[in-house]
């Protein structure tokens, strides 16, 4: 049974910063991709991050260079490092796995006040 856990989330200023984590029950390493997404209200989710078995990466263009995905093998998580933080990235943010199946968090809020 694969369990995803989302943390991290929170209220941060304008250009603040916040580091989510997702830890996952199973070896991170055994997904094919792993991702972050978001909603925010009245919108539809969206792919933010990426980041491939191989470790490639690549992001939404709306936070390229302000936001790095990184994995940790060891930890089994995958975090997301927000910097930069504008109203325009408040959202409930997931986590997402694919292997031979795809699992989602619970999401945690992400609150960027002006």
């Known amino acids: 049974q694969v369990q995803l856990v989302e943390s991290g989330g929170g209220l941060v200023q304008t250009g603040g910063s916040l580091r989510l984590s997702c830890a996952a029950s199973?070896?991170?390493?055994?997904?094919?991709?792993m991702t972050w997404h978001r909603q925010a209200p009245g919108k539809q989710r969206e792919l933010v991050a990426r980041i491939t078995r191989a470790r490639s990466t690549d992001y939404t263009d709306s936070v390229k260079g302000r936001f790095t995905i990184s994995r940790d093998d060891a930890k089994n998580t995958v975090d997301l490092q927000m910097d930069s933080l504008t109203p325009e990235d408040t959202a409930v943010y997931y986590c997402?796995?694919?292997?031979?199946?795809?699992?989602w968090g619970q999401g945690t809020q992400v609150t960027v006040s002006a």
């Open positions: 997402n796995a694919v292997s031979y199946g795809s699992w």
């Open positions: 199973v070896n991170v390493n055994s997904f094919a991709v």
